[in-house]
């Protein structure tokens, strides 16, 4: 499994990025795929997570109506649109794929991509 995200940068506060994963080697059917994001001297923290049987995408409270999962199969690309960015939502994002755990956990995702930076100035 083979996993690459891109797409993060610097915006203003309230302001979008849209995040890609490309991502191979694993059958989306049998295995869910998360986002997740770690800031400086925090624990890592789950975004969403996407069960491969396709029911539906969970989403943290704190970036519900904000955060939007999509996914591309035939392109084994993964998106996550990022929309009314805050300071915040400063971190390293990173997309994996495994299981969804309870409370977005992390402990249930066995494959990891790098991340890629995100930094919204106020």
């Known amino acids: 499994v083979q996993l690459q995200a891109s797409g993060g940068g610097l915006v203003q506060t309230g302001g979008s990025l849209r995040l890609s994963c490309a991502a191979s080697?694993?059958?989306?059917?049998?295995?869910?795929i998360g986002w997740f994001r770690q800031a400086p001297g925090k624990e890592r923290e789950g975004l969403s997570c996407t069960r491969g049987s396709g029911n539906g995408t969970y989403y943290a409270d704190s970036v519900k109506g904000r955060f939007t999962f999509s996914r591309d199969n035939a392109k084994n690309m993964i998106y996550l649109q990022l929309n009314s960015l805050k300071p915040e939502d400063t971190a390293v994002y990173y997309c994996?794929?495994?299981?969804?755990?309870?409370?977005?956990?992390?402990?249930?995702?066995?494959?990891w991509g790098k991340g890629t930076q995100v930094t919204v100035s106020s």
């Open positions: 080697g694993f059958t989306p059917d049998y295995h869910a």
């Open positions: 994996a794929v495994g299981y969804c755990s309870d409370l977005l956990g992390d402990y249930g995702m066995i494959y």
